[in-house]
């Protein structure tokens, strides 16, 4: 992932493998991402299984 400085509120997936391919290249706000947790902090987050964590509640993953 990485944060635009010109759009902040934005982080692009610049490469993905597998499942998430279809993500490459796209551009998401950060609102609705489980990444808005990991900018705001600036560090890493394991999330061991997504479907159950709340933090991870109501983020879109469907490309």
């Known amino acids: ?3 635009d400085p010109d759009d ?3 982080v692009e997936i610049p490469a993905s493998v597998g499942a998430m391919e279809p993500w490459s290249g ?3 706000p950060r609102k609705n991402s489980i ?3 990991v900018v705001a902090s600036g560090r ?3 999330i061991a ?3 159950t964590d ?3 509640a ?3 993953a469907s490309p």
Do not use: F, Y
Request: glycine share 4%; aromatic share 0%; proline share 12%.
């Open 49 to 51: 299984d997504a479907v």
């Open 35 to 37: 990444t808005h947790e």
């Open 54 to 56: 709340p933090r991870a």
């Open 8 to 10: 902040p509120t934005t």
């Open 44 to 46: 890493p987050l394991v």
């Open 1 to 3: 992932m990485a944060v």
């Open 26 to 28: 796209r551009r998401i």
């Open 58 to 60: 109501g983020c879109r």
